[in-house]
């Protein structure tokens, strides 16, 4: 008779969304330990013999990933380490390839290539059930991340609209992330990240549609391109045009021209 033994696995993130999606997809399949920190992550090597491969984020609170790394491997060199980054460069994967690294995964992660890296280090495993079940639990875990978006939008909607209204009322001038961020009561980074998963586009994108179609309503008056600029909030004249070339997809003064010739003919 077959004995199906699961292969243990250990996660070192401290991204508390990833490590739950982690554990949902492959704990069907593996042992899943998890921790948060490097010191952590170079405990568990010495005291729990029977990790076959360590999942390891380059970025963690207190030791960089790489240290770890290297420290997993002049304990265990037979355990595979696979590293991921949110801020990958050509550099870091060199290094971590040369420290002894299985393989190195740029985040946002794609969980079904990080399901087939870790089959394919981790041997002796029954590929195709793996896939079966693997798939049902990817699916389960995306349901519980939209879930999980709702809520996150609700909670932070009335947030998000004082900082809507305040942009409104203020794009006008040098108004700057920190500011709004201050006035919805969040931190700057965190502002930016709920308002780009609510909006779909970045604060900044955001403040710069808003500008350029008030400068679109202002260039069929008198104004000066100039005057336009200042008018809607831009201090280089160079930058508002490239800015609104990008976003209409031609320069101010041929818009202009555009809507004067438009006039003319109706």
Request: charged share 25%; proline share 2%; glycine share 6%.
């Amino acid at each position: 008779m077959e004995i199906n033994i699961k292969h243990k696995l250990l996660l070192v993130d401290d991204d508390n969304e990833f490590a739950n999606c982690f554990m949902a997809i492959m704990g069907h399949d593996f042992e899943v330990e998890v921790v948060d920190c490097g010191i952590d992550a170079v405990e568990a090597i010495k005291h729990l013999g029977d990790i076959d491969l360590v999942v390891l984020d380059d970025k963690l609170p207190d030791i960089s990933g790489l240290d770890v790394l290297r420290q997993i491997k002049a304990l265990k060199p037979h355990v595979s380490v696979i590293l991921t980054t949110s801020c990958g460069s050509e550099e870091l994967a060199v290094q971590s390839f040369r420290n002894g690294a299985g393989d190195y995964v740029n985040k946002p992660i794609d969980f079904t290539e990080l399901r087939r890296i870790i089959l394919a280090l981790v041997p002796g495993r029954n590929t195709a059930a793996a896939e079966k079940n693997n798939g049902i639990a990817y699916h389960n875990c995306r349901i519980k991340k939209e879930i999980d978006d709702i809520e996150a939008n609700n909670r932070y909607s009335n947030k998000m609209q004082k900082a809507l209204n305040f942009i409104d009322d203020h794009y006008r001038t040098k108004i700057r992330l920190g500011t709004v961020a201050d006035h919805a009561g969040m931190s700057m980074y965190h502002f930016s990240k709920i308002f780009k998963k609510i909006m779909g586009i970045t604060y900044q994108d955001h403040l710069n549609n808003i500008r350029i179609e008030t400068a679109m309503v202002l260039l069929k008056t008198n104004y000066s391109i100039t005057d336009v600029a200042f008018e809607v909030g831009y201090e280089d004249i160079t930058h508002f045009g490239k800015t609104f070339k990008k976003i209409v997809g031609y320069p101010p003064s041929k818009y202009r021209k555009n809507v004067k010739n438009g006039l003319r003919l109706s």
